[in-house]
């Protein structure tokens, strides 16, 4: 309950809340989060390899996106710019 002004005979609200749903995840992570989670629990990392695990965990994500290889390897490039993987050969990474 508040009051909308501080004088006597002023208006009484009562708020009241909204209703609570479960909202999905999965539909607002970013790529950039989703490949994270999907590399802590992989040795060696390709794109190929991390396109099944997203396929198998963040199934949404693959329906967003008209090129998702190509957003994965965006993906992998970028977190090797910020120094969380690094390249070992053409096409394969490791955590860095």
């Not at 099944?52 to 190509?70: C, D, G, M, V």
Request: charged residues 30%.
């Amino acid at each position: 309950m508040f009051r909308t002004d501080y004088k006597p005979g002023g208006e009484m609200w009562i708020l009241v809340p909204a209703s609570v749903r479960k909202i999905d995840a999965e539909k607002y992570i970013s790529w950039k989060t989703a490949v994270k989670h999907v590399l802590k629990k992989m040795d060696a990392i390709t794109p190929s390899a991390v396109f099944e695990a997203i396929k198998r965990q963040f199934p949404s994500k693959l329906q967003k996106t008209n090129t998702p290889e190509a957003t994965i390897r965006r993906t992998l490039q970028e977190l090797e710019a910020e120094g969380v993987i690094r390249r070992k050969m053409r096409g394969i990474y490791e955590v860095a």
